[in-house]
């Protein structure tokens, strides 16, 4: 009986396809959903690591030019009205302000200084938005793949026993698969869930340390433009 029972669970196909086709019509759209929310994960992954590296490398190449002794209007001149870059962008709106307010006799309109730093403000407002923007999808991912991984495997445990009372039979043959189809959902979870919890730790790190070096930069210009103020 049990040399039946090993051959039978022999002829089983247990590959990741063959699970996912004999599973129940509920087990499968909770496996899609984990797939699915797999690879957008990925993808937001691979899309804010290629964005923050690019961001990186802007703001050192920024750095170098605006501590370089170039004259701040003609770095700005040269950035142009639409920069592309983070760090430019902040500068730019900074130096917006302080030639808004500048009247047309050379003097400065009261409140420059808090103008002109509520200006950079905003920039790095709207820059941390960009660097945020598909971080709470991973958490969101990290957090609730496990449990609806869980909820396939309830189910698929569930139909696995009702088959097993059906056939009045509890051999090999008719419990391994029914466990490996329920299982197969928590695995798939697991996997969803795994490298967004990962990498949502390191992109909120990553994306912090960049916002700190647009802050740095913000008060260290306002600094000079606040000494050409006194002067």
Not at 65 to 75: H, I, R, T, V
Not at 103 to 109: M, P, V
Not at 156 to 185: C, D, H, K, R, S
Not at 200 to 222: G, M, P, V, W
Request: aromatic fraction near 8%; avoid cysteine.
């Amino acid at each position: 009986m049990e040399t039946e029972a090993l051959a039978l669970a022999h002829e089983v196909d247990f590959s990741m396809w063959g699970l996912f086709a004999r599973a129940t019509l509920t087990v499968k759209l909770v496996m899609v959903m984990l797939i699915i929310a797999s690879f957008w994960s990925w993808a937001i992954i691979v899309q804010k690591l290629l964005q923050y590296r690019s961001a990186r490398a802007e703001a050192e190449a920024f750095d170098q030019a605006f501590w370089s002794g170039e004259p701040l209007d003609g770095l700005f001149d040269a950035i142009g009205p639409a920069p592309d870059g983070p760090s430019e962008k902040v500068f730019s709106a900074g130096m917006t302000e302080w030639r808004r307010s500048h009247r047309e006799d050379g003097g400065l309109i009261p409140g420059a200084t808090a103008r002109i730093d509520r200006s950079m403000d905003v920039a790095i407002s709207k820059e941390a938005d960009s660097l945020q923007k598909g971080l709470t999808v991973l958490a969101t991912v990290g957090s609730s793949a496990p449990f609806i991984g869980l909820f396939g495997t309830v189910i698929g445990i569930m139909n696995a026993f009702i088959e097993i009372a059906e056939q009045q039979n509890t051999n090999l043959a008719v419990v391994a698969p029914g466990i490996a189809e329920a299982l197969l959902a928590t695995g798939l979870g697991l996997l969803a869930a795994i490298p967004a919890v990962i990498f949502y730790n390191k992109l909120t790190a990553d994306s912090d340390r960049i916002l700190t070096q647009h802050e740095a930069f913000s008060d260290e210009f306002a600094t000079i433009l606040s000494r050409q103020l006194d002067s």
